[in-house]
């Protein structure tokens, strides 16, 4: 008796198997490298709208700031005025005056009888005191500070007591 014998090898079924798992196993590295690489360029898109919108707000300040240093010289003075004229007309006017600027985010900086803090305030001159609690401590301000959204754009001017 004659055997029959099959006209393809076994190694070949195999070696067709082993290149579809090779190909499967290739094309699943691929999704997951295409994953990665997306997932990469939207975190890098979400940082890239971050500094956008910071730098937006930084523009925004930056301007807004150079306006409100530009009208703390004719405020300063309005405030002057109206500590010697005791008007109240003027009293009404520089109230405005000061709310529209604080709705802008400007802050006053009074640090009449505080401690002295260097952050805040510059000495233009010390003073003698007989009283050991003055001693470091703001007796006279010369010029008010400010600040604009927390941040100081001009210290005040103060004498300091020693």
């Known amino acids: 008796m004659k055997q029959k014998t099959t006209t393809e090898p076994p190694t070949e079924k195999k070696e067709e198997k082993n290149d579809f798992a090779q ?12 994953q990665e690489d997306s997932r990469r360029a939207m975190a890098d898109y979400q940082n890239l709208m971050r500094r956008t919108q910071e730098e937006r707000l930084r523009m925004v300040k930056l301007a807004g700031r150079s306006v409100i240093e530009g009208l703390i010289a004719p405020f300063e003075h309005l405030y002057l005025a109206k500590a010697q004229l005791k008007d109240p007309g003027l009293d009404m006017v ?6 529209a600027l604080q709705n802008e985010g400007l802050e006053v900086v009074d640090p009449l009888g505080k401690e002295f803090d260097p952050h805040f305030m510059e000495v233009v001159s010390k003073e003698p005191t007989d009283d050991e609690k003055q001693i470091g401590k703001v007796l006279k301000v010369v010029k008010r500070g400010y600040k604009l959204n927390g941040e100081v754009i001009e210290h005040a001017k103060v004498v300091v007591g020693e």
């Open 23 to 34: 190909e499967l196993e290739n094309l699943q590295k691929s999704l997951v490298d295409a």
């Open 94 to 99: 520089y109230q405005q005056f000061l709310q």
